[in-house]
C-alpha cells in the first residue's frame, strides 16, 4: 500500500519562536514508516510516498496516522490529526 502525504497548512507553533519542525508516522500493526522532518515550517510540504507492505488484513490491524514535532535532546510532541 502506498500513501502520499502532500503537505500541512496552519500547524500549531510548537517551538519557542513560533514554528515548529513536523513530520507524519504512519503505523500498520507492527510496522512504522514516517516522512523526513521540515525544519521550522508550520506549512510543510512532504510530497512524498510512505509505502507499507501488506498482508492479508486482520480486523486487528489497523492504520493510524500521526502527526509530530521534532524535538531535539528531548522526546518529539504529538501534534495530532
Wanted: net charge negative; glycine share 6%.
Amino acid at each position: 500500500m502506498t500513501l502520499t502525504v502532500f503537505r500541512g497548512q496552519n500547524l500549531r507553533e510548537m517551538d519557542t519562536w513560533g514554528s515548529c519542525d513536523p513530520f507524519v508516522v504512519l503505523n500498520y500493526g507492527s510496522i512504522k514508516v514516517k516522512t523526513e522532518v521540515v525544519k521550522s515550517e508550520v506549512n510543510p510540504v512532504w510530497n512524498t510516498e510512505l509505502m507499507i507492505p501488506l498482508s492479508l488484513p486482520t480486523v486487528s490491524e489497523r492504520f493510524t496516522l500521526q502527526l509530530f514535532d521534532l524535538d531535539n535532546g528531548t522526546a518529539d510532541e504529538e501534534m495530532g490529526c
